[in-house]
């Protein structure tokens, strides 16, 4: 697909949507700069911060055990009026039963508060699982919370080339696009078409194996380094692409009616660099849209 189609197929996949705004979300870590875990003050203090910036009350984690997050979280969330997105990392059968323990402990009495559960953040993309086998650890968290919408998230070419067929056709409830132009190597100058046709090319697919059925489709990360980061073939790290970048794909893409989260809140200046398939390094610490002291690098008000 490309850009010129942009309108007709956001249109047909999300008629109910087009007349609004998107909604905003963020990607959110468990820990401080220096690596110790959060709590729930610290949430709360974080929720602030992106609510005055942006405007959103929405955000997502990856283990509802790491750090506590779903004990330290959820009251932070009720504290705050915020909606939060709990993860359940199903990679391995150790880290599937503390994420799915923790949110049976600490769910009751903040259920206003979760958003959705997602079971997985790309594991079909890294090869962990078939569409079925993902879908059987869905199915076995939606038994758990049959009252909360479960679904997974993963990248945008996992959708578009099929192998998240079962997972589609499956009945979950939501389902999570991540895009990121920047990992294409796109210039700044064509990002924007890159991820909206990314996109598109996984929401044609879930249109059409979905069959109408309602299902609560997202894009669940996109976002671009700022000053320090690594650049990665064409795509050069920088706030000022950052910026251009958030100002044309992500509130473009919000205009359409289609709920954006963005990668991520707050730098993470703890993470170790990441080592590619060619062995090179990468920094992963400058992808934060506000500093790890929650200053905005730019207006994040679309």
């Known amino acids: 697909m490309h850009f010129s189609t942009l309108a007709a197929a956001v249109i047909a996949a999300a008629p109910s949507l087009v007349a609004a705004e998107g909604q905003l979300g963020w990607a959110l870590g468990t820990k401080h700069a220096d690596g110790s875990c959060k709590y729930t003050a610290d949430y709360e203090a974080d929720f602030r911060?992106?609510?005055?910036?942006?405007?959103?009350?929405?955000?997502?984690g990856y283990s509802a055990d790491d750090c506590n997050f779903a004990q330290q979280i959820l009251p932070a969330a009720k504290n705050t009026g915020t909606k939060v997105v709990l993860g359940v990392w199903p990679d391995v059968q150790e880290s599937f039963r503390k994420d799915t323990d923790a949110i049976k402990k600490h769910l009751p009495g903040y259920e206003a508060q979760v958003h959705g559960i997602t079971v997985g953040s790309e594991t079909l993309y890294r090869g962990n699982f078939t569409g079925?086998?993902?879908?059987?650890?869905?199915?076995?968290?939606?038994?758990?919370?049959?009252?909360?919408?479960?679904?997974?998230?993963?990248?945008?070419?996992?959708?578009?080339?099929?192998?998240?067929?079962?997972?589609?056709?499956?009945?979950?409830?939501?389902l999570y696009i991540n895009a990121f132009a920047f990992w294409q190597g796109q210039t700044i100058h064509n990002a924007t078409n890159q991820f909206f046709d990314d996109i598109m090319q996984a929401t044609q697919v879930i249109q059409d194996k979905a069959k109408g059925r309602k299902i609560d489709l997202a894009c669940g990360e996109s976002g671009w380094p700022s000053d320090g980061g690594t650049n990665y073939e064409a795509a050069k790290?920088?706030?000022?692409?950052?910026?251009?970048?958030?100002?044309?794909?992500?509130?473009?893409?919000?205009?359409?009616?289609v709920?954006?989260?963005?990668?991520?809140?707050?730098?993470?200046?703890?993470?170790?660099?990441?080592?590619g398939d060619s062995g090179a390094s990468s920094d992963e610490t400058h992808w934060g849209a506000m500093t790890a002291g929650r200053k905005a690098k730019f207006n994040l008000k679309c």
């Open 49 to 60: 911060a992106i609510k005055k910036e942006s405007g959103s009350t929405l955000v997502r």
């Open 132 to 174: 079925q086998e993902l879908l059987t650890k869905i199915n076995q968290v939606k038994a758990m919370f049959p009252d909360v919408a479960v679904g997974t998230a993963d990248s945008w070419n996992k959708y578009a080339d099929g192998t998240a067929n079962a997972v589609i056709e499956g009945g979950v409830d939501l």
């Open 237 to 257: 790290a920088g706030t000022a692409n950052a910026k251009t970048y958030y100002r044309s794909a992500v509130c473009g893409l919000r205009a359409w009616g």
């Open 259 to 275: 709920n954006v989260f963005y990668f991520e809140a707050f730098d993470e200046p703890w993470k170790p660099d990441s080592v």
